[in-house]
């Protein structure tokens, strides 16, 4: 079971050899250029522990609770840890279940491991013995199979396809051989050997290092690099591994003094992408480059910016004679090498050290013993997909625990002058802060002052201090950019620092455009002027609109003032500026266009109305927003029309009558108005008042017409106004037609006859023209010879209207035959009328004894009763009481009140029963006179008794009757069906 503990058992001793090592070497403010005053003082604190490290410290070690017998060799990709040992024996693991720990015994006895090589997935392994057998382990397989092919190699390094993910196969491996060959393999995951065969052979020693890697844009191009102990090869080629190392002449070769019998070939790789940087570990240091892939050919290089770095000295305590000195010793060899982003790793024999990519400095060092007998350190394992790293020795394994490792990153590249990527790797806002302030001191300092001012900006530097910067050596555009910096970086709570900063931004864009306008710089100048209304434009809300109009103004820019009012939504400042401008169209066509309420049109027409009436009048016509006509009167008012052209007041009102159905009577007056005021031209005048609907007020247009004489509009009005006399006199003034006219309007026959007369008098009496006035006899039925005969003269000629008077007389002779006709018509039916009274009075019926009343179903002679001609028989009285429910309001009171009357009428007979007229007969119907209690029962029968019950219109109407009263409860329950229906 592996588990992360901490020893705390430390000497006193040791901890003070641990000090003065890491002040000597380490620590020390003078070597370490990360270290501030407080991290010095966070890293005087030490605790007593086996993994000694500081909290502050870029790396940390941590002894895992595990402590192997004779471990020769670690390997741990993707958590899956195999661990070679002295006996022989593999120890399998899986860090994410490791109590299933596996013991793994395959070799004869007293055979020894040489090598272990696992693919980055944790898959495939491959054992290499000293032997020169080799092995496969799957990572499914308890137990290795033995590579036949392979017999007689010993593996010494091994490159892995990276972009393999098939667990079956191994893909196309490399394998490095201790005496310097190198071998294309592939194997299949039931241990068939699908392919083993040499590529290359380097043929100066064993080939320590080797990997391989595909480009990017061609995935058949391939690029190795082998190192043996002294020299590092690059190889660029393909389709195939063959065609990779067809030529050794063409491949570069770095070649570096000494050897080291351990040499290790490191990459790192981001995410498990393409790496990025490489180290080799040789004799005399690091040798350490990039990697960039691109087109490269055979005989190019990838590795580029390649550089030596020596191995730092060891610390050792003072000697007697130099008390207080630390002396250092030459540098030893490290056991091997690793990689990180920023940093080397190095293992020694007795200490664990890395050292920054960036300035070559050791950042952390961790003494572990001295190396004796079961406490040597051997090696270093990374786990790229875990991205985990471990130390391990003899007798037991350290992880390697990274604390924040590129937090001073961004220092190292500032020192470096590497803004950008200082950048990249801030972390704080201060930071950032730093790296923009360096950067813009150091454009400043190179006279690049546009660049100074942007970062600048973004700076929380001295606002006043910047600003001076640039206002003492007069860089006025560097000043703008600066402070546009800072208004973008300010936040939305700086409405203040918002505001100044565009006000001072918007005076040096004014004084520039100034002095483009002076230097005849028209390009230029427009070019700016975009770029000024651009930054009014995003910067609207932030401005103060009473000073940096006062200020554009002041300036003189008029098209400055005109974009900031239209960006602000000012029409009216706009509209004004216009007009006192004398540019009137403008003004018309900004009115169009940007208004968005009324008010502006109600404001500004009077004036656009007197220089400009035709252009403003189509504004009116064409309006984006609804106008009220009647608010337009006062701008209607102050127009003045020239003879030449057209009325463009009665052009819009005519708009707005026809074309917007207008029902405004103050518009439809005005309108009679000017219609009145045209001179010559009472056509249009006379339409409008001949209109089927008019609006306008009749007394004001007669007032109105009456002041400007016009006559035919005055008979118009006084005869929509039923004033058909006036009417009629005043066209006799004017056109005897149109007097005609009026005169047949009336629908009383008397009145049209008195204007006729009035018209005939008029040309009798006036004209003189008798002919004439016989004329209107034909024209008006209602004229008569006799009617006009008054109006001629005392001594006429007879012949002028023989022929009237003769037509006249022969209709007097018709008519008086019609009525003779009539009257013998009349006296035939009067003696008619009289012999059918004198038949009803004989009239007589025949009532049996039993026949019985056909309302009450008793017999009818009981009492007085009602015989109908269709025989039906009622009792009076039963008779009543049923009418007089069918009877209106009117009738049933005059029945109330005839029956009354009779009552009174038989009283005052029995009284005085000689004083009433009998009743007889002269012979003539219509001599019959009836007695008071006679003419009373007359009435009643002619209101109870006027028709059969039965057979008259009372029982017609009834059918729409119900057969009960919906008041009446019992009777609505008689007619309720049962539950049973």
Same mark, same amino acid.
């Given at each position: 079971?592996?588990?992360?503990?901490?020893?705390?058992?430390?000497?006193?001793?040791?901890?003070?050899?641990?000090?003065?090592?890491?002040?000597?070497?380490?620590?020390?403010?003078?070597?370490?250029?990360?270290?501030?005053?407080?991290?010095?003082?966070?890293?005087?604190?030490?605790?007593?522990?086996?993994?000694?490290?500081?909290?502050?410290?870029?790396?940390?070690?941590?002894?895992?609770?595990?402590?192997?017998?004779?471990?020769?060799?670690?390997?741990?990709?993707?958590?899956?840890?195999?661990?070679?040992?002295?006996?022989?024996?593999?120890?399998?693991?899986?860090?994410?279940?490791?109590?299933?720990?596996?013991?793994?015994?395959?070799?004869?006895?007293?055979?020894?491991?040489?090598?272990?090589?696992?693919?980055?997935?944790?898959?495939?392994?491959?054992?290499?013995?000293?032997?020169?057998?080799?092995?496969?382990?799957?990572?499914?397989?308890?137990?290795?199979?033995?590579?036949?092919?392979?017999?007689?190699?010993?593996?010494?390094?091994?490159?892995?396809?990276?972009?393999?993910?098939?667990?079956?196969?191994?893909?196309?491996?490399?394998?490095?051989?201790?005496?310097?060959?190198?071998?294309?393999?592939?194997?299949?995951?039931?241990?068939?050997?699908?392919?083993?065969?040499?590529?290359?052979?380097?043929?100066?020693?064993?080939?320590?290092?080797?990997?391989?890697?595909?480009?990017?844009?061609?995935?058949?191009?391939?690029?190795?690099?082998?190192?043996?102990?002294?020299?590092?090869?690059?190889?660029?080629?393909?389709?195939?591994?063959?065609? @990779?190392?067809?030529?050794?002449?063409?491949?570069?070769?770095?070649?570096?003094?000494?050897?080291?019998?351990?040499?290790?070939?490191?990459?790192?790789?981001?995410?498990?992408?393409?790496?990025?940087?490489?180290?080799?570990?040789?004799?005399?240091?690091?040798?350490?480059?990039?990697?960039?892939?691109?087109?490269?050919?055979?005989?190019?290089?990838?590795?580029?910016?390649?550089?030596?770095?020596?191995?730092?000295?060891?610390?050792?305590?003072?000697?007697?004679?130099?008390?207080?000195?630390?002396?250092?010793?030459?540098?030893?060899?490290?056991?091997?090498?690793?990689?990180?982003?920023?940093?080397?790793?190095?293992?020694?024999?007795?200490?664990?050290?890395?050292?920054?990519?960036?300035?070559?400095?050791?950042?952390?060092?961790?003494?572990?013993?001295?190396?004796?007998?079961?406490?040597?350190?051997?090696?270093?394992?990374?786990?790229?997909?875990?991205?985990?790293?471990?130390?391990?020795?003899?007798?037991?394994?350290?992880?390697?625990?990274?604390?924040?490792?590129?937090?001073?990153?961004?220092?190292?590249?500032?020192?470096?002058?590497?803004?950008?990527?200082?950048?990249?790797?801030?972390?704080?806002?201060?930071?950032?802060?730093?790296?923009?302030?360096?950067?813009?001191?150091?454009?400043?300092?190179?006279?690049?002052?546009?660049?100074?001012?942007?970062?600048?900006?973004?700076?929380?530097?001295?606002?006043?201090?910047?600003?001076?910067?640039?206002?003492?050596?007069?860089?006025?555009?560097?000043?703008?950019?600066?402070?546009?910096?800072?208004?973008?970086?300010?936040?939305?709570?700086?409405?203040?620092?918002?505001?100044?900063?565009?006000?001072?931004?918007?005076?040096?864009?004014?004084?520039?455009?100034?002095?483009?306008?002076?230097?005849?710089?028209?390009?230029?100048?427009?070019?700016?002027?975009?770029?000024?209304?651009?930054?009014?434009?995003?910067?609207?809300?932030?401005?103060?609109?009473?000073?940096?109009?006062?200020?554009?103004?002041?300036?003189?820019?008029?098209?400055?003032?005109?974009?900031?009012?239209?960006?602000?939504?000012?029409?009216?400042?706009?509209?004004?500026?216009?007009?006192?401008?004398?540019?009137?169209?403008?003004?018309?066509?900004?009115?169009?266009?940007?208004?968005?309420?009324?008010?502006?049109?109600?404001?500004?027409?009077?004036?656009?109305?007197?220089?400009?009436?035709?252009?403003?009048?189509?504004?009116?016509?064409?309006?984006?927003?609804?106008?009220?006509?009647?608010?337009?009167?006062?701008?209607?008012?102050?127009?003045?029309?020239?003879?030449?052209?057209?009325?463009?007041?009665?052009?819009?009102?005519?708009?707005?009558?026809?074309?917007?159905?207008?029902?405004?009577?103050?518009?439809?007056?005005?309108?009679?108005?000017?219609?009145?005021?045209?001179?010559?031209?009472?056509?249009?005048?006379?339409?409008?008042?001949?209109?089927?609907?008019?609006?306008?007020?009749?007394?004001?247009?007669?007032?109105?017409?009456?002041?400007?004489?016009?006559?035919?509009?005055?008979?118009?009005?006084?005869?929509?106004?039923?004033?058909?006399?006036?009417?009629?006199?005043?066209?006799?003034?004017?056109?005897?037609?149109?007097?005609?006219?009026?005169?047949?309007?009336?629908?009383?026959?008397?009145?049209?006859?008195?204007?006729?007369?009035?018209?005939?008098?008029?040309?009798?009496?006036?004209?003189?023209?008798?002919?004439?006035?016989?004329?209107?006899?034909?024209?008006?039925?209602?004229?008569?010879?006799?009617?006009?005969?008054?109006?001629?003269?005392?001594? @006429?000629?007879?012949?002028?209207?023989?022929?009237?008077?003769?037509?006249?007389?022969?209709?007097?002779?018709?008519?008086?035959?019609?009525?003779?006709?009539?009257?013998?018509?009349?006296?035939?039916?009067?003696?008619?009328?009289?012999?059918?009274?004198?038949?009803?009075?004989?009239?007589?019926?025949?009532?049996?004894?039993?026949?019985?009343?056909?309302?009450?179903?008793?017999?009818?002679?009981?009492?007085?009763?009602?015989?109908?001609?269709?025989?039906?028989?009622?009792?009076?009285?039963?008779?009543?009481?049923?009418? @007089?429910?069918?009877?209106?309001?009117?009738?049933?009171?005059?029945?109330?009140?005839?029956?009354?009357?009779? @009552?009174?009428?038989?009283?005052?007979?029995?009284?005085?029963?000689?004083?009433?007229?009998?009743?007889?007969?002269?012979?003539?119907?219509?001599?019959?006179?009836?007695?008071?209690?006679?003419?009373?029962?007359?009435?009643?029968?002619?209101?109870?008794?006027?028709?059969?019950?039965?057979?008259?219109?009372?029982?017609?109407?009834?059918?729409?009757?119900?057969?009960?009263?919906?008041?009446?409860?019992?009777?609505?329950?008689?007619?309720?069906?049962?539950?049973?229906?």
């Amino acid at each position: 079971k592996v588990c992360r503990t901490r020893n705390i058992k430390m000497s006193l001793m040791d901890q003070f050899e641990r000090e003065a090592a890491l002040l000597y070497n380490v620590h020390s403010p003078a070597s370490n250029p990360y270290v501030d005053p407080i991290d010095q003082m966070l890293e005087s604190i030490h605790t007593p522990s086996a993994t000694v490290h500081l909290d502050s410290s870029m790396f940390s070690l941590e002894r895992v609770n595990y402590r192997p017998k004779g471990l020769v060799e670690m390997r741990v990709c993707s958590n899956l840890v195999v661990m070679a040992l002295d006996n022989g024996h593999l120890i399998r693991l899986n860090l994410d279940a490791p109590q299933d720990l596996e013991d793994i015994e395959f070799a004869r006895k007293g055979e020894l491991i040489h090598s272990i090589h696992v693919d980055p997935t944790g898959t495939h392994a491959i054992i290499s013995m000293e032997s020169r057998e080799c092995w496969y382990l799957h990572s499914t397989w308890p137990k290795p199979r033995i590579l036949a092919r392979w017999r007689g190699v010993i593996v010494d390094s091994l490159a892995w396809d990276p972009q393999n993910s098939d667990k079956s196969s191994t893909s196309e491996i490399l394998i490095g051989a201790q005496d310097g060959r190198i071998f294309e393999a592939v194997i299949e995951k039931d241990g068939r050997e699908r392919q083993f065969k040499l590529v290359y052979s380097l043929g100066d020693g064993s080939v320590r290092g080797l990997h391989y890697e595909r480009f990017p844009s061609e995935p058949n191009k391939f690029f190795v690099m082998a190192t043996t102990s002294s020299r590092i090869y690059q190889f660029i080629g393909g389709p195939t591994f063959e065609a @990779v190392f067809t030529s050794r002449e063409t491949h570069p070769t770095t070649e570096l003094p000494g050897e080291l019998p351990h040499s290790e070939l490191r990459f790192f790789s981001k995410n498990l992408g393409m790496p990025r940087h490489f180290a080799w570990l040789s004799g005399p240091g690091i040798f350490h480059g990039n990697l960039v892939f691109g087109s490269q050919n055979p005989g190019d290089q990838v590795a580029t910016d390649t550089h030596l770095l020596p191995y730092p000295g060891e610390a050792t305590q003072p000697s007697a004679k130099e008390k207080g000195g630390y002396t250092q010793q030459a540098p030893s060899l490290p056991v091997s090498l690793g990689l990180t982003e920023f940093h080397f790793l190095l293992v020694y024999e007795d200490r664990f050290l890395s050292i920054s990519l960036l300035n070559n400095q050791v950042v952390y060092e961790e003494m572990l013993g001295r190396g004796g007998p079961g406490s040597r350190l051997v090696g270093m394992t990374q786990d790229l997909v875990a991205n985990t790293t471990w130390v391990y020795g003899e007798d037991v394994i350290f992880q390697v625990l990274p604390n924040q490792e590129d937090r001073f990153v961004w220092r190292l590249y500032l020192d470096k002058g590497l803004f950008e990527e200082a950048l990249q790797h801030c972390k704080t806002p201060q930071q950032r802060d730093t790296v923009w302030t360096a950067q813009a001191d150091s454009y400043f300092a190179k006279h690049v002052y546009g660049l100074a001012a942007e970062y600048y900006g973004k700076t929380n530097k001295s606002f006043e201090e910047v600003a001076l910067k640039f206002i003492e050596i007069n860089e006025r555009e560097a000043l703008k950019t600066f402070l546009m910096a800072k208004l973008r970086s300010l936040g939305p709570q700086d409405v203040t620092q918002k505001t100044a900063i565009c006000t001072w931004v918007t005076e040096i864009y004014l004084n520039k455009l100034n002095q483009l306008t002076n230097a005849n710089l028209g390009d230029q100048h427009e070019m700016l002027r975009e770029e000024f209304e651009t930054f009014l434009s995003d910067n609207l809300e932030h401005m103060d609109k009473h000073t940096t109009i006062n200020l554009i103004q002041s300036h003189g820019r008029s098209e400055g003032f005109i974009v900031f009012c239209t960006l602000l939504g000012d029409i009216e400042r706009v509209i004004d500026y216009y007009i006192q401008d004398k540019q009137f169209e403008r003004a018309i066509t900004e009115l169009s266009n940007q208004a968005r309420t009324s008010d502006l049109y109600y404001k500004f027409s009077p004036i656009l109305m007197a220089h400009k009436p035709q252009h403003i009048v189509h504004a009116w016509m064409n309006a984006h927003v609804p106008l009220n006509p009647r608010k337009l009167i006062p701008a209607l008012m102050r127009y003045k029309p020239s003879p030449a052209e057209p009325h463009q007041g009665i052009r819009y009102l005519e708009y707005c009558v026809a074309g917007l159905g207008n029902e405004d009577p103050a518009i439809h007056n005005y309108l009679l108005s000017l219609y009145a005021e045209l001179p010559n031209n009472d056509n249009q005048l006379l339409n409008f008042l001949s209109s089927k609907d008019p609006h306008f007020d009749l007394k004001y247009a007669l007032r109105l017409c009456t002041t400007h004489n016009k006559k035919r509009a005055c008979v118009l009005i006084y005869s929509a106004m039923g004033l058909y006399e006036e009417a009629v006199d005043l066209a006799l003034k004017v056109d005897l037609e149109l007097a005609k006219i009026n005169a047949d309007k009336p629908n009383d026959d008397e009145l049209r006859k008195k204007l006729w007369l009035r018209i005939a008098r008029q040309v009798v009496e006036e004209e003189k023209d008798i002919k004439k006035a016989m004329a209107f006899l034909r024209h008006c039925d209602l004229l008569k010879i006799e009617d006009i005969l008054p109006f001629f003269p005392d001594f @006429v000629l007879i012949d002028d209207f023989k022929e009237e008077i003769c037509s006249s007389l022969e209709e007097y002779n018709r008519h008086i035959e019609e009525l003779k006709v009539g009257m013998d018509d009349a006296t035939k039916s009067a003696n008619l009328i009289r012999m059918d009274i004198k038949a009803l009075r004989n009239k007589y019926g025949f009532v049996g004894g039993s026949q019985k009343c056909d309302l009450c179903n008793y017999s009818v002679l009981s009492r007085l009763f009602y015989l109908f001609p269709c025989q039906h028989v009622f009792h009076a009285d039963c008779l009543r009481r049923e009418v @007089v429910e069918h009877l209106s309001k009117e009738q049933f009171a005059k029945v109330r009140e005839l029956e009354a009357r009779l @009552v009174r009428a038989e009283a005052d007979y029995r009284e005085k029963p000689t004083s009433f007229p009998v009743s007889g007969d002269s012979g003539s119907a219509l001599d019959v006179s009836l007695s008071p209690i006679d003419q009373c029962k007359a009435e009643l029968d002619d209101l109870i008794a006027a028709e059969c019950i039965h057979c008259g219109d009372i029982m017609i109407d009834s059918i729409a009757l119900p057969f009960y009263d919906p008041k009446d409860e019992a009777g609505m329950k008689s007619w309720a069906l049962g539950p049973g229906i």
